[in-house]
């Protein structure tokens, strides 16, 4: 069922969701030398980092979000039924690494969320965490269309953010050697991916409420592959977006946009193209593709709705960013419509929003002007 977004928010290495967008338009890239220590040993040495993030830096981040979107949106928790759900990839997972080396407890309420958005939001009736990959923010969006179809909520406060951990700094560390110095989705010379600091927050609310909204959430689908535990897989993520086109009661050839996953890794680049032609080109759509990741790094839990973020302002401003770091489109690529360069003018009827985790597990939104 449509639902509408009436207020959002996010906090990237390049600032606010404006100044996000202006540093996108520009083709700028937020990587910055790795602060975390030890980075020469986990063979990672570079980041994109937010402003003042450790220690709990997640949570911090959220709430600032969540204040901004209900602010935007002016919600009243007084008198709606409101709930928030969070999504994440590792929750404060960070404050638990320096528990394992320092022998110094962290509060456990603080490794939640419920705290975080308590303190910006106190009429809220639940906060719900759902930590499901890198697609989190796409699920919990997915789960308040249901809520509000359902009326189980008035308004659902949608929110999502991680930060970066040593473990997952670890991991990414053996993709390439030597380092990799920035993230280049859809590149042929790409070197992987770089982990990002980043939260988002959307307030979002029934298709028929009287606010002034940013924009319409059309439909969301969802699919679980569990093929392999980091592969994407070209199946499951077509089911995803044949989902949410099911959903929306639209057709894949009226989309004119895509904000891509583009995690800039040998895997996901091709499947993603295997994927949006399988499913959007070959039912007569030619979309624009644009992804961020080369600006603001891969923010994990939080990729999605920074993505549903800039899918808003692309619609409000007739403006699509390029996709930084793209020079030469990979050969899955070919004949795809990357934004490449430079800003294009497009006023998109239909935008998808991909977000593609560890697992296979997949949330493709579809959005348009309200």
Do not use: W
């Amino acid at each position: 069922m449509p639902a509408l977004v009436t207020g959002s928010a996010v906090r990237t290495c390049l600032g606010d969701g404006q100044r996000t967008f202006a540093a996108l338009l520009s083709g700028a890239c937020g990587a910055t030398p790795l602060r975390h220590p030890g980075g020469p040993l986990l063979n990672v040495s570079h980041g994109y980092h937010a402003a003042g993030t450790a220690p709990f830096g997640a949570a911090r981040m959220l709430s600032a979000c969540v204040a901004e979107a209900v602010a935007a949106s002016g919600l009243d928790t007084g008198r709606r039924r409101v709930t928030a759900l969070v999504g994440t990839g590792l929750r404060e997972l960070g404050a638990v690494e320096e528990f394992a080396l320092s022998g110094v407890r962290p509060p456990r309420s603080k490794l939640h969320f419920a705290e975080a958005v308590r303190r910006v939001l106190p009429g809220v009736t639940d906060v719900i965490t759902v930590s499901n990959a890198c697609s989190a923010g796409g699920h919990v969006l997915a789960l308040a269309e249901d809520m509000l179809a359902l009326g189980d909520a008035d308004a659902v406060v949608v929110a999502a953010a991680d930060t970066m951990t040593r473990s997952m700094l670890a991991m990414i560390g053996r993709v390439s050697d030597p380092p990799t110095t920035r993230v280049r989705p859809f590149d042929r010379e790409r070197t992987g991916v770089l982990l990002g600091d980043g939260a988002a927050a959307l307030v979002v609310e029934p298709a028929d409420a009287s606010r002034p909204a940013l924009a319409r959430v059309a439909g969301t689908g969802l699919s679980c592959d569990a093929r392999h535990e980091t592969a994407p897989d070209v199946d499951g993520i077509c089911r995803a977006m044949r989902d949410a086109y099911a959903r929306a009661g639209r057709e894949p050839s009226e989309t004119d946009l895509v904000i891509a996953h583009g995690t800039g890794t040998a895997l996901n680049d091709p499947a993603e193209c295997r994927a949006l032609r399988e499913v959007v080109d070959a039912a007569g759509g030619s979309p624009l593709i644009t992804a961020v990741k080369g600006a603001v790094g891969h923010t994990s839990g939080a990729a999605a709705l920074v993505n549903v973020d800039v899918a808003i302002r692309c619609l409000a401003t007739g403006l699509v960013p390029p996709v930084a770091g793209l020079r030469t489109i990979l050969a899955e690529g070919a004949g795809l419509r990357f934004v490449v360069g430079d800003f294009v003018g497009l006023r998109p009827r239909l935008v998808q929003v991909n977000a593609f985790g560890f697992g296979g597990v997949n949330a493709v939104s579809l959005l348009e002007a309200s």
